[in-house]
């Protein structure tokens, strides 16, 4: 039975997880999408003792897994719409997720600036509600804060007509590297998980689905590499893409496939982190127009969002509109002192939300429709999960495996694990992690730095933090195959400054030609670089 995380940095040799891809006959469990929701199920299945494999047709977190606001958060906006319930569970596995992790995940201050006299008693009482549902999973009380408090507290802000402000504590972290932290330690525990390696068929027997097809997406056009492998239970956790994977259990049954799930893009712009110098965010609840503000120090900037636009398509690399842009530097310039120009932004950045759509909804504005998450069965048994929020991916998990157990699919299961199980990389206990607001070094590595300190090239700095040693870690223990997996997710170079992550890539890619033999796909990666460094106009 599993136990706790190795204590070593395990090597992810490719040539070596694929020969145990085509030796593996049959599982328990197969998980398709290595995303959030995804690793989570693998990891509680592995932890309970199935046998797992996890296949991802990208990257981990390639997704809207690495495009989140960074926020763990209970969800003070669906407190607002009465959703008591996904406000209290959320609460509770912030909890939990800071404590697992807390290398990556750690508490953040918001203030909200008040430029009206009502809005501090009537936000400030909805957030001592906010405190009370969380109630031992607290992480700070709520307190009201005069016009110079705010000002100490929140450098930056706008200052101008502020009557004070209400701050409460909500939580925030590096979403691709948890990701990683979890596709690591299911790894650590004995699931087999494969990245770059898409499932392009679902198998059936007797009229119900049996396992999956897939193939090998890094092999040679000219020699391709797939399989089969057979399972008890697969699971379809591909995020905004789960309708691809229904359409090929549908296909088997001669069957059309309606929509499970309705995009919605949320846009974010960085900017410098002299536009917010602060280690608190701001918030505004209610814009003009009735949308959120976040200005969110992260990573020694300062992310600027979001937006709620409803989209047809599930592009991998969505683009964000020009009123979106927009949107986001005209109400930035009510709430800080020095108002960001399309100049400042140093990096454009865009993720789709998987939102459920109701059986009976056709369309319309997707601030309506359910960010709570959503299991369905297929009458052939595919398991398909989809919606929520990373905040709540280990409580997702442990439903779907309910779910999977009442369906009959999987046996009586062990108690679930994953609430009180460290990541790969945690700090021991009395350890303090540096802030998630401070510029990017060895401190997003954990109890693991000193590994990486010990490879070539450590004191080789490539950016930001990047050091030559830590794309040699990425190559060797983080499953990294390309220029992108690195800039983008290993580190959060492109997410932070794309231009610096343009000139960084050619020093990546020789060193990943050193390590793996390939360029990582330099020039695909400068051409991403530049489209996150464009702002729409």
């Known amino acids: 039975m599993p136990s706790s995380p190795a204590p070593f940095s395990a090597p992810t040799d490719r040539a070596r997880l694929l020969q145990s891809l085509e030796a593996l006959h049959e599982v328990d469990l197969i998980v398709i999408g290595g995303g959030a929701s995804g690793l989570g199920v693998a990891l509680d299945a592995r932890l309970r003792g199935l046998s797992v494999l996890l296949l991802e047709s990208h990257d981990f977190a390639g997704g809207t897994s690495s495009r989140a606001t960074k926020l763990v958060h209970g969800g003070v906006r669906y407190l607002a719409q009465g959703d008591i319930s996904l406000v209290r569970e959320a609460l509770h596995e912030r909890r939990a997720l800071l404590n697992n992790a807390p290398h990556l995940a750690q508490p953040l201050a918001f203030i909200m600036p008040a430029y009206r006299p009502w809005e501090i008693p009537f936000y400030g009482a909805g957030l001592k509600i906010y405190d009370a549902l969380a109630g031992a999973a607290s992480l700070g009380r709520t307190e009201w804060l005069g016009r110079a408090g705010t000002a100490r507290q929140l450098p930056g802000v706008n200052t101008d007509h502020l009557f004070g402000s209400v701050k409460y504590w909500d939580g925030q972290f590096d979403d691709a590297r948890l990701a990683l932290a979890l596709a690591r330690t299911a790894a650590a525990q004995g699931a087999l998980v494969l990245n770059y390696c898409p499932v392009v068929d679902i198998l059936h027997q007797d009229g119900r689905v049996s396992g999956v097809c897939w193939r090998d997406a890094l092999a040679p056009d000219d020699v391709p590499r797939g399989g089969q492998v057979r399972a008890r239970c697969v699971v379809n956790a591909t995020g905004v893409w789960v309708d691809d994977v229904r359409r090929l259990d549908d296909a088997a049954r001669g069957q059309g496939t309606s929509a499970m799930v309705a995009p919605s893009q949320g846009v974010h712009l960085v900017v410098d982190r002299s536009f917010l110098p602060s280690r608190n965010a701001l918030l505004v609840p209610h814009t ?154 060895l401190h997003c590595y954990g109890d693991e730095a000193g590994t990486v300190q010990g490879l070539p090239g450590h004191d080789v700095d490539l950016g930001l933090g990047l050091t030559e040693a830590m794309v040699r870690f990425a190559a060797r223990h983080e499953y990294a195959r390309s220029v992108e997996d690195v800039l983008a997710r290993r580190h959060r170079m492109l997410f932070l400054n794309a231009s610096l992550a343009r000139r960084s890539a050619p020093a990546v890619s020789r060193i990943l030609q050193d390590e793996i033999g390939t360029d990582g796909q330099l020039k695909t990666f400068l051409a991403l670089a530049d489209q996150y460094g464009q702002v729409p106009a």
């Not at 989209?311 to 005209?330: G, K, Q, S, Y």
């Not at 309506?368 to 998450?373: T, V």
């Not at 157990?405 to 790969?424: D, E, M, S």
């Open 288 to 441: 003009r127009d009735g949308r959120v503000l976040f200005a969110v120090p992260w990573l020694g900037h300062v992310i600027l969002g979001t937006t709620d636009t409803p989209r047809r398509d599930t592009a991998r690399e969505p683009r964000a509109l020009p009123e979106e842009a927009a949107f986001i530097l005209n109400e930035s310039a009510h709430v800080l002192a020095r108002a960001p120009a399309a100049s400042d932004v140093l990096s454009v950045w865009v993720g789709l939300r998987p939102l459920v759509r109701p059986d009976d909804q056709a369309g319309g504005n997707t601030k309506s429709i359910s960010r709570e998450h959503t299991v369905r069965i297929s009458p052939s048994g595919l398991v398909t999960v989809t919606g929520g929020k990373w905040t709540t991916y280990r409580s997702m998990a442990e439903d779907v495996l309910h779910q999977c157990v009442q369906a009959g699919h999987l046996g009586i299961l062990p108690k679930c694990r994953t609430a009180h199980f460290p990541l790969v990389g945690a700090p021991g206990a009395g350890a303090v992690p540096t802030s998630l607001t401070a510029l990017p070094g």
